[in-house]
Nanobody
Framework: QAQLVESGGGLVQAGGSLRLSCAASRSIFSVCLMAWYRQAPGKERDWVATITTGGNTNYADSVKGRFTISRDHAKNTVYLQMNSLKPEDTAVYYC?????????WGPGTQVTVSS
């Protein structure tokens, strides 16, 4: 079973940047399709970005060109670099690991963007 822990959230002004990290247990990280999701208050959890084990990436249209997902296999960590942040990016951000049919989630980290 995978354990995921997000970090790096916080309060930032519009136009600013944050980098989120998600540390995963060593035993599973190398085979996981890793992704970031986010959930704003009163809304459903939405997909943000995905990175394959080989480093191929895909992004939601709302963050394309502003966010970058990456992974470090040596550190068992996936990152989300968020630039040009907007108030509508405010949400709890969750890390997701899918080694196959199963899916694992971290507890989330809060990102708040003030206008």
């Amino acid at each position: 079973q995978a354990q995921l822990v997000e970090s790096g959230g916080g309060l930032v002004q519009a136009g600013g940047s944050l980098r989120l990290s998600c540390a995963a247990s060593r035993s599973i990280f190398s085979v996981c399709l890793m992704a970031w999701y986010r959930q704003a208050p009163g809304k459903e959890r939405d997909w943000v970005a995905t990175i394959t084990t080989g480093g191929n990436t895909n992004y939601a249209d709302s963050v394309k060109g502003r966010f970058t997902i990456s992974r470090d296999h040596a550190k068992n960590t996936v990152y989300l670099q968020m630039n040009s942040l907007k108030p509508e990016d405010t949400a709890v951000y969750y890390c997701n690991c899918r080694p196959g049919i199963s899916a694992y989630w971290g507890p989330g980290t809060q990102v708040t963007v003030s206008s």
